[in-house]
């Protein structure tokens, strides 16, 4: 825990070389390391990792540790770590009416976590919320937003929880918190963080699912998280399970979100229950209950099994709100898989992990981590424009049908903020 006014550590981060940032990123996510693991690793010499550790701690962002005997005669390793509270970030996640954050140090260890109601939607007031949470915690080196919309270059170009269009929320937080801010797909930010500070930490291949509000699929492939030419991310949601199957919104039928989304899946069921409500029916053996959980458990085996299909992921990190579903109906999801898996479905590593919105939070402050170190983060802003930008009718999404989401002419050419 640290205190909302303790500002200890520093906000300025140093301009590094490219050579520089992939030792500390090495560091970073492998965990302590001696001079001559990173210069093997990295393929470089001795006089130039020397020079550029020397820099970095120097720079406050590496600190000598402890020693390690080495595996030949000599004088032991001496062990490099990151100096995890030289920095601060502050990572939010927005759902539909709540606000979540998380302040990490620079090794995306959580310090504390922040929950909030949003009492509204509209883009303004929700930037207001988060700049009132910055400033509890001075000394910010970056913040990360993450939601559940499609993010292009920290335009929000649609969010159909939050009923957004074409809002420039990260020029909007940078300069209403004067942090630099980077945004992106809350799905995308959790599957890098998962990769970089995770159980996915070292893995050349990894798939992140989750399930609950939407459906959503996270794929690192080669070392890198996958986005498309167009910057969307991963879409599975639409696979086919039954051409007989419930209504999707996108027109067909039988589609993996058709089964899978939690307020589909409660519309299916008479009473409109509450999802706590609906699981106590199906450990209480009610039959409808049991079959609509079965029939989700099913389709989440075949989105798994049709992912292991495309990269064969070293790993499928399974998590979300929706998560319960797999308790409940852990059998038929296997069932899905060895339907669906064209090889030996124990081939496929499916690490079910515990659900905390604290983590989503996290792993906006991850996101941070990520632009700051790589430079993709904004500069230091300038003084933000008087007017409101955000909430004319145009950064306001209009109704729109069940499962679509809304699209303006600026958003549909994939216009960059």
């Given at each position: 825990?640290?205190?909302?006014?303790?500002?200890?550590?520093?906000?300025?981060?140093?301009?590094?070389?490219?050579?520089?940032?992939?030792?500390?990123?090495?560091?970073?996510?492998?965990?302590?390391?001696?001079?001559?693991?990173?210069?093997?690793?990295?393929?470089?010499?001795?006089?130039?990792?020397?020079?550029?550790?020397?820099?970095?701690?120097?720079?406050?962002?590496?600190?000598?540790?402890?020693?390690?005997?080495?595996?030949?005669?000599?004088?032991?390793?001496?062990?490099?770590?990151?100096?995890?509270?030289?920095?601060?970030?502050?990572?939010?996640?927005?759902?539909?009416?709540?606000?979540?954050?998380?302040?990490?140090?620079?090794?995306?260890?959580?310090?504390?976590?922040?929950?909030?109601?949003?009492?509204?939607?509209?883009?303004?007031?929700?930037?207001?919320?988060?700049?009132?949470?910055?400033?509890?915690?001075?000394?910010?080196?970056?913040?990360?937003?993450?939601?559940?919309?499609?993010?292009?270059?920290?335009?929000?170009?649609?969010?159909?929880?939050?009923?957004?269009?074409?809002?420039?929320?990260?020029?909007?937080?940078?300069?209403?918190?004067?942090?630099?801010?980077?945004?992106?797909?809350?799905?995308?930010?959790?599957?890098?963080?998962?990769?970089?500070?995770?159980?996915?930490?070292?893995?050349?291949?990894?798939?992140?699912?989750?399930?609950?509000?939407?459906?959503?699929?996270?794929?690192?492939?080669?070392?890198?998280?996958?986005?498309?030419?167009?910057?969307?991310?991963?879409?599975?949601?639409?696979?086919?399970?039954?051409?007989?199957?419930?209504?999707?919104?996108?027109?067909?039928?039988?589609?993996?979100?058709?089964?899978?989304?939690?307020?589909?899946?409660?519309?299916?069921?008479?009473?409109?229950?509450?999802?706590?409500?609906?699981?106590?029916?199906?450990?209480?053996?009610?039959?409808?209950?049991?079959?609509?959980?079965?029939?989700?458990?099913?389709?989440?085996?075949?989105?798994?099994?049709?992912?292991?299909?495309?990269?064969?992921?070293?790993?499928?990190?399974?998590?979300?709100?929706?998560?319960?579903?797999?308790?409940?109906?852990?059998?038929?999801?296997h069932d899905g898989i060895e339907d669906?898996?064209?090889?030996?479905?124990?081939?496929?590593?499916?690490?079910?992990?515990?659900?905390?919105?604290?983590?989503?939070?996290?792993?906006?402050?991850?996101?941070?981590?990520?632009?700051?170190i790589t430079g993709s983060i904004t500069?230091?802003?300038?003084?933000?424009?008087?007017?409101?930008?955000?909430?004319?009718?145009?950064?306001?999404?209009?109704?729109?049908?069940?499962?679509?989401?809304?699209?303006?002419?600026?958003?549909?050419?994939?216009?960059?903020?």
């Amino acid at each position: 825990m640290i205190s909302e006014a303790d500002a200890t550590a520093t906000s300025s981060w140093p301009e590094l070389p490219e050579v520089a940032r992939g030792v500390l990123l090495e560091v970073l996510i492998h965990g302590p390391l001696s001079r001559a693991e990173i210069a093997t690793r990295l393929r470089l010499s001795r006089p130039t990792l020397t020079r550029v550790t020397k820099a970095l701690v120097a720079q406050g962002l590496l600190v000598e540790g402890d020693t390690r005997p080495r595996a030949s005669a000599g004088r032991p390793s001496e062990m490099l770590h990151v100096r995890g509270p030289a920095h601060r970030f502050l990572g939010v996640k927005l759902t539909a009416d709540r606000l979540f954050a998380a302040v990490t140090d620079l090794t995306a260890t959580s310090l504390t976590t922040v929950e909030e109601p949003l009492r509204s939607a509209a883009p303004d007031d929700v930037v207001a919320r988060i700049a009132d949470v910055a400033r509890r915690f001075p000394g910010l080196t970056g913040i990360g937003v993450t939601l559940g919309g499609v993010v292009l270059d920290g335009l929000v170009a649609r969010d159909e929880l939050l009923r957004w269009t074409d809002v420039p929320l990260k020029a909007a937080v940078t300069g209403a918190t004067r942090v630099p801010t980077a945004v992106d797909n809350d799905v995308q930010a959790l599957t890098a963080a998962e990769h970089w500070f995770g159980p996915g930490a070292g893995l050349t291949s990894l798939a992140v699912i989750t399930v609950g509000a939407g459906v959503g699929t996270g794929l690192i492939v080669s070392g890198g998280l996958v986005a498309g030419s167009h910057g969307l991310p991963p879409h599975f949601s639409h696979t086919l399970v039954d051409a007989a199957g419930p209504q999707c919104g996108c027109g067909r039928r039988g589609c993996v979100s058709s089964y899978l989304m939690t307020h589909v899946m409660l519309r299916r069921l008479p009473g409109r229950p509450t999802y706590a409500e609906a699981l106590d029916r199906v450990r209480a053996g009610e039959p409808h209950a049991r079959q609509v959980f079965d029939e989700a458990g099913y389709a989440l085996g075949v989105l798994i099994g049709t992912v292991a299909n495309v990269i064969d992921p070293q790993k499928v990190l399974l998590t979300g709100d929706g998560l319960p579903l797999y308790e409940v109906s852990a059998p038929l999801v296997h069932d899905g898989i060895e339907d669906t898996y064209e090889d030996d479905p124990d081939l496929i590593d499916l690490d079910v992990r515990p659900f905390d919105f604290s983590e989503w939070a996290r792993s906006g402050a991850a996101l941070a981590i990520k632009a700051t170190i790589t430079g993709s983060i904004t500069d230091r802003p300038r003084a933000a424009p008087r007017q409101a930008l955000l909430s004319s009718p145009s950064n306001t999404a209009r109704a729109s049908p069940p499962g679509r989401m809304p699209r303006s002419a600026s958003s549909t050419r994939h216009s960059r903020w």
